[in-house]
């Protein structure tokens, strides 16, 4: 039997098992879309499964539904594969541990996925349910959410018909989700000789942190590994003569990173662990209550060549001045974050040392004024700076049809109204409503806590709920 055989609704968890049993890392999804086209097969329904690895199952309507508007189910079969640093499961080969505790699953040591292989789960319920009443279907998998959303701008819809999308994408019941932000990525790369060093090499790692995703969970004030690193070579360099050998942390572009580490060649070696003794006391202030688990620790190693000093200096200095975190809100919507940055990746390349950064923003004009002020950063300090993947933000929709229809669903099963809210993160509803013009869009999902990082959680009352929600709303739609 399966860890989750006894949840329900039973073939929402059956559906998810197997896809948990599947490693489907973004960039690493090739048998999740097999396993999808199988389904179809299995069940007779028309797919097309196409070079990127996006697959769309067609499924008719039920009877009475003859002359309905045709509904598009729309999620991401990629998962953020993130790990404990003592966890050691390859999460390329193999599948998750999963375990259930009271309301809620997760996954020993990794990510769980329930963003968004629950989404999957769903639809394959329904898809392959002889009891739903729905009009005419065409459920859209797509891969690479998580990495710039690249299966759905790969995404050929010149055979869709959907009037209505419901995206199910969102981390929040009770929410319904009708506008996002767009987003742009920013690569900045410092690249340099490196020649011989004197002094004595250290390791600084920052590490402890709670982390989250880099748009849902970017105003709680949590500390990015890559900015504090940055912060501890800067107060290193101004007790000592420092010269950086390698820098590294983060993952995930769209993930706050939890650690990362630096080494360095100092001539006072004293003088820099007291530095980062300091450091580490103000930072368990400061963080005490959004990461009470932060710590700064040094360690001897061993290296005697180091990039320059004067390029050492320029990179401390673009690590402590960049531009990370909120940088406005929302004077529209009350408490929404309307532009941001995160600087997601810091990686050493041969002679190169590489920053990579998400900007979201539900103002284009804001998310491009942003990424201009980290690439003009980056070229004053004689860095390399490219533009990589945009995309715009989702715009609300005064008239939906589909939003009202679900708000009646939501007060009919649940007795309440659901909450309309904009969402300070990427959907793929932007993507694809620019595809079909006229789209009319909702996103709503499960109770998913921790998302992107080993602590994820997916509530299983609430995964029902949502299910239910579902169901009524695609019955309603005739």
């Known amino acids: 039997m399966g ?50 690895g996006n697959v769309v199952i067609f499924k008719p309507g039920t009877a009475g539904y003859e002359n309905a508007d045709a509904v598009m189910l729309q999620g991401h079969m990629d998962m953020v594969a993130e790990q404990d640093p003592d966890c050691k499961k390859d999460m390329m080969t193999e599948g998750l541990d999963l375990f259930v505790d009271g309301d809620v699953i997760g996954a020993k040591g990794t990510t769980l996925g329930g963003d ?3 989404a999957v789960a769903m639809g394959l319920a329904i898809l392959a349910s002889g009891e739903a009443e729905h009009p005419d279907l065409e459920c859209v998998f797509t891969v690479g959410e998580e990495t710039g959303m690249v299966g759905a701008r790969a995404l050929d819809t010149s055979d869709l018909n959907a009037k209505y999308m419901l995206n199910l994408d969102s981390e929040a019941e009770g929410i319904l ?9 920013v690569v900045a790369r410092f690249s340099g000789g490196r020649e011989k060093a004197e002094g004595k090499a250290l390791r600084i790692t920052i590490g402890g942190l709670s982390g989250g995703h880099s748009g849902e969970e970017i105003h709680k004030g949590r500390a990015n ?45 004293k003088a820099s662990e007291e530095a980062a003794a300091e450091l580490d006391r103000n930072l368990k202030n400061e963080y005490r209550v959004t990461d009470p688990g932060v710590y700064v620790r040094t360690e001897p190693v061993e290296a005697h060549t180091a990039f320059g000093k004067e390029l050492s200096d320029r990179i401390v200095c673009f690590m402590f ?54 690439q003009s950063a980056a070229l004053a300090l004689g860095a390399e700076a490219e533009i990589g993947a945009s995309y715009s933000a989702w ?26 809210e904009a969402l300070h993160a990427g959907l793929e509803c932007g993507i694809l409503s620019g595809k079909m013009p006229g789209l009319d869009a909702v996103s709503i999902g499960p109770d998913l806590t921790d998302i992107h990082t080993p602590r994820e959680r997916l509530h299983i009352g609430s995964t029902g709920r949502i299910y239910k929600l579902t169901l009524e709303t695609l019955k309603r739609l005739k």
Not at 232 to 237: D, Q, R, T, V
Not at 404 to 419: H, S, W
Request: proline letters at 3%; aromatic letters at 6%.
């Open 321 to 374: 001045t960049v531009p990370n975190g909120v940088q406005a809100m929302s004077a529209d919507v009350e408490g929404l974050v309307q532009t941001s940055t995160n600087l997601g990746q810091l990686y050493t390349e041969g002679d190169s040392v590489c920053f990579s950064f998400l900007t979201r923003s539900s103002v284009n004009s804001q998310r491009d004024e942003t990424v201009e002020r980290i």
């Open 225 to 269: 590994a890559d900015i504090m690193l940055g912060r501890a070579l800067f107060e290193i360099s101004r007790k000592t003569e420092m010269r950086l050998v390698e820098a590294s942390g983060g993952t995930k572009d769209n993930a706050i990173p939890r650690e990362a580490s630096a080494v360095i060649i100092v001539s006072d070696v």
């Open 395 to 420: 715009e609300y929709k005064a008239d939906s049809r589909l939003r009202d229809t679900m708000i009646e669903a939501y007060k009919a099963l649940n007795g309440k109204e659901p909450k309309v």
């Open 3 to 52: 860890v989750l055989s006894n949840l329900e609704p039973k073939e929402v968890f059956s559906y998810f098992e197997e896809i948990c049993g599947i490693p489907h890392g973004s960039g690493n999804t090739q048998a999740i879309s097999d396993y999808l086209v199988k389904f179809a097969m299995d069940h007779k329904l028309r797919y097309r499964q196409d070079e990127a």
């Open 116 to 118: 968004d292989g629950i």
């Open 177 to 185: 989700t009708v506008s996002c932000a767009g987003a742009a990525r």
